[in-house]
């Protein structure tokens, strides 16, 4: 059974496990991944569903839905404050089911990027203007992710749980994560193709434009980004959400530049004696290039725990590439013989063949009556060595010398090396400076996304380094499956490393989502780890969200999002003291202010069992 199986099946079993019914009451936060955005693509092509509107569906079967765009070249920790932002403003524009519109226009949230990271890298914090909260612990939420969306989620939860990050003091950001233990405002967070480990799709582009210098890259973002970001943000077409790095139309002498300023100025690599905005967000790793490759999600694992002990995770792993083929095709053989240079042509302008001419003729001379024979002699000789050639030449190519010499080698191989030695030294001698990857153990299936064959391809036959085999260390499995964007390997869940919560340090993170509690007093211990769903093949990143697919799979998709909301919506979010007014304590010790009693985190827990199906209350919740 593949992944989507899998999760059809734990849908239809909590249903009729889990007999209290879903709650449509708690909302379903959508986070985009890495270039996703919010508003319809050109008024029409959506985010979660392309052509279709996933979202929509769950709105009409009852659910409430908030579609949260986030930078889509941004860092996590941007994403994090964007993401908190809108959840905690209560300025949702909305869409109305009736006529399919969105009501009202959209509001710009003003984000408060915190005091660390806009004076590490230089770009404006922004303050913001309002407060009028509404996420918060009597509101909880449930957040699907895709892609990027994941490691964003997990990067929130970690600073609103603990503020900081690991082994540091100082707190990134007093105004948003000032206060611990708000984890538990997500009830869920299922994930769908997330590289939790990172994703060598990073390493493939850079390998296709390492040829490009940095002034070259800045001149070449620089152009793209000023087409993009010229309008106010209201009216993009595409919003990359960098104005606080001046990605944006400024102002000179108290007017707003023209389009050329704000080119010239976006693609300089000094700018007023300065790196120019664009340089700086390219030189800074502060960005998702950075934060998706696996040095950076390696940086995002060592600073923040994997899980919370208060959220149930999930997860769904894709592929779109299948094995290179082991055997050479049916057809080669035919191809070798319609081979545009015959072999009677290519003896003939063999330098040797002349030279033997020119010895042959020159003996002659020498001999009376002879010499007048060369041409009939050197036609017979000619003639004879080309029946020779050829007739090696013929049992190398019929059935069964073809036999011989593909056994002798193997296609992979000869198509490396076709592609190592032959197109990429006639592509930059024609003067293309780009380069070609030489195929590797998979390729992309014929039905993934053209724009996506190229990374898909790349990624099949890059390698490993040994820095990212160190951080992987005994996880490094087959990394060459991928989506075309995200490694198989890397979607089942988070490293479990040695800055993970006690809990989690002597017990598997990641477990099989048919081994999910069937029990509802059970279901409870189901939190802090991540249930896989498993691979399901066939389907590239694009796929996953419904963007430029066939109508089957887009039945599949909007399936795959059905059955995740109806997991979700059946799980409730972890008791409080506020949640159980009918727990007895009069038997814990009470308190005087000035001796704390003897009294373990176990006694508690013990006493509460019955209402904490995981009996993990925190001693801080009575002290």
Not at 21 to 42: Q, T
Not at 144 to 173: A, D, F, W
Not at 591 to 599: E, M, N, Q
Request: aromatic fraction near 10%; glycine fraction near 8%; include cysteine.
């Amino acid at each position: 059974m593949d992944g989507l199986g899998k999760l059809e099946s734990l849908a239809g079993r909590v249903t009729m496990d889990l007999a209290d019914g879903p709650s449509k009451d708690v909302p379903i936060v959508f986070v985009p991944g890495f270039s996703g955005w919010g508003s319809p693509l050109f008024g029409a092509v959506n985010y979660w569903g392309g052509i279709e509107n996933i979202p929509q569906i769950l709105a009409k079967a009852g659910h409430t839905v908030i579609l949260a765009p986030v930078g889509p070249l941004s860092s996590n920790w941007e994403r994090a404050c964007e993401l908190y932002a809108q959840l905690r403003s209560s300025r949702f524009t909305q869409y109305n089911l009736e006529t399919n519109e969105i009501e009202g226009k959209p509001e710009v949230i003003d984000v408060d990027y915190g005091d660390v990271f806009p004076i590490r890298h230089r770009y404006e914090r922004e303050p913001q203007e309002w407060r009028n909260w509404k996420w918060d612990e009597n509101s909880p939420a449930h957040f699907i992710c895709h892609s990027q969306g994941g490691t964003t989620v997990r990067y929130l939860l970690h600073l609103m749980e603990h503020c900081t990050e690991n082994s540091k003091q100082t707190l990134p950001h007093p105004e948003y994560f000032d206060t611990p233990r708000r984890s538990k405002w997500a009830i869920s967070v299922p994930t769908v193709g997330t590289p939790h480990r990172g994703t060598t799709v990073v390493d493939a582009l850079w390998n296709l434009s390492r040829h490009l210098d940095l002034p070259e890259q800045t001149r070449l973002l620089g152009r793209l980004f000023a087409v993009l970001s010229f309008e106010d943000q209201h009216r993009r077409t595409y919003d990359l959400q960098l104005d606080h790095w001046g990605i944006k139309r400024g102002t000179r002498r108290n007017r707003n530049e023209t389009f050329s300023e704000m080119r010239e100025r976006l693609e300089s690599s000094i700018w007023q004696a300065n790196p120019g905005p664009v340089r700086r967000w390219i030189e800074s790793n502060h960005n998702a290039l950075y934060d998706n490759s696996v040095m950076g999600v390696n940086e995002l694992n060592e600073k923040t725990i994997p899980t919370s002990n208060d959220v149930y995770y999930f997860s769904l792993s894709f592929s779109c590439v299948e094995p290179f083929p082991p055997d050479w095709p049916s057809w080669t053989l035919e191809a070798i013989q319609e081979f545009p240079l015959t072999i009677t042509r290519f003896l003939e302008e063999l330098p040797i063949i002349g030279n033997i001419d020119k010895m042959i003729q020159g003996a002659l001379n020498f001999i009376p009556f002879l010499g007048d024979f060369y041409s009939e002699i050197h036609n017979l000789s000619f003639g004879l060595a080309t029946q020779i050639a050829q007739g090696i030449i013929g049992v190398a190519t019929n059935v069964g010398g073809w036999h011989i010499v593909s056994n002798l080698v193997d296609i992979r191989e000869a198509t490396r090396w076709l592609v190592d030695k032959v197109l990429n030294r006639f592509i930059q001698e024609v003067g293309y400076n780009v380069r070609v990857p030489p195929p590797g153990d998979y390729l992309p299936i014929a039905s993934v996304l053209p724009l996506m064959f190229p990374t898909a391809y790349a990624i099949s036959s890059q390698q490993l380094s040994n820095g990212q085999r160190q951080i992987l260390r005994d996880e490094s499995e087959d990394w060459k499956v991928n989506d075309g964007i995200v490694n198989t390997a890397s979607m089942k869940g988070p490293l479990n490393r040695n800055g993970d919560i006690p809990a989690n340090r002597d017990r598997s993170l990641i477990v099989d989502a048919c081994d999910f509690p069937r029990l509802p007093e059970q279901v409870a211990n189901a939190r802090g780890k991540y249930w896989h769903f498993g691979t399901t093949d066939g389907m590239d990143h694009a796929d996953k969200i419904g963007i430029w697919i066939e109508s089957d799979t887009g039945k599949k998709v909007a399936s795959m999002y059905t059955h995740l909301v109806t997991i979700v919506s059946h799980l409730s979010a972890k008791p409080t003291l506020t949640d159980l007014p009918n727990v007895d304590i009069s038997a814990l010790p009470r308190f005087t202010g000035d001796i704390t009693p003897d009294l373990s985190a176990k006694v508690i827990a013990d006493k509460l069992a019955i209402y904490d199906g995981r009996g993990s209350v925190m001693v801080e919740d009575f002290i």
